[in-house]
């Protein structure tokens, strides 16, 4: 696997990899890689040659609940070469960012609400990033993780709007063998406060038994999941919604695709969840 920092390099071998015919795939991360992120670069592998992995985490976005410092590359590193990816772009916020930089990227409405609200300016920074790695990379797909649903739909809908010839592939949520869903947050819990972070798949589990029972009003799916989040003492509710997966507007009932999404503090790490719901015909298959 080859480590590359510049831009321009970075350029250049994606620019040669496509005129001899190969099909770049890319899995952008913000480092600190875990069984999540791998198993995008693995499902990359089934459809892509080269694979290219960015590790880059914008500085003007800082996260304080996220609950995590600076990515440790060399163990990025490792990882990716046990899976065999064959380019690792790791630009530092200079290269990547100049200080002269003054382009935004704004995806109306997907970027206002929910993650949008509790995280001002995040998915503008996200949405950057990745228009920027496209504009650098250009490869024929992007994989990105369902738990990061919101993303996941804004990055879809720019690469509508702006015609960006990549296709986004949403890969499905990675979870311990307890329930909770991998994330480099689930790190800095401690004991009690790992056992209260399943209340998040216990609140999904509790919609997909309402829905199993013949519910497809949002409200009342939305209020089964706050009441089993607010029964933990350890767990401070950010947003319970169920939302169209391909808008990300609020779903009054449950019709086509929808997510129930939920959001909590728990302890110093604020952590996401969702469930894809698919409903026809009056039948509804749920993906935990």
Known sequence: MELIHTVDWMKQVSRQAREEGGIVGLVPTGGGLHAGHLSLVEAAHRECSPVVVSVF????????????????????????????????????????????????????????????????????????????????????????????????????????????????????????????????????????????????????AAAREQIARGERMAGEISEKMSSVLASEPLATVDYVEIVDADTFGPAPRLRGSCLAVVAAFIGPARLTDNMLIEEENGHAVCFL
């Open 57 to 204: 985490s914008d500085p003007r976005d800082r996260d304080p609940a996220q609950g995590r410092g600076r990515p440790l590359l060399d163990a990025d590193r490792a990882a990716l070469e046990s899976l065999a990816a064959n380019y690792l772009f790791a630009p530092s916020p200079e290269e990547f960012f100049p200080p002269d930089f003054q382009t935004s990227v704004i995806v109306s409405e997907i970027t206002e609400r929910l993650e949008g609200r509790s995280r001002p300016g995040h998915l503008r920074a996200v949405a950057a990033t990745v228009l920027k790695l496209f504009a650098i990379i250009q490869p024929a797909f992007i994989y990105v993780g369902r738990r990061e649903a919101q993303r996941a739909c804004m990055l879809r809908r720019m690469a509508r709007d702006l015609n960006l010839d990549t296709r986004i592939v949403v890969g499905p949520i990675v979870r311990e063998p307890d329930g909770l869903a991998v994330s480099s947050r689930n790190a800095c819990l401690n004991d009690d406060e790992r056992r209260a972070a399943l209340a998040l798949p216990r609140a999904l």
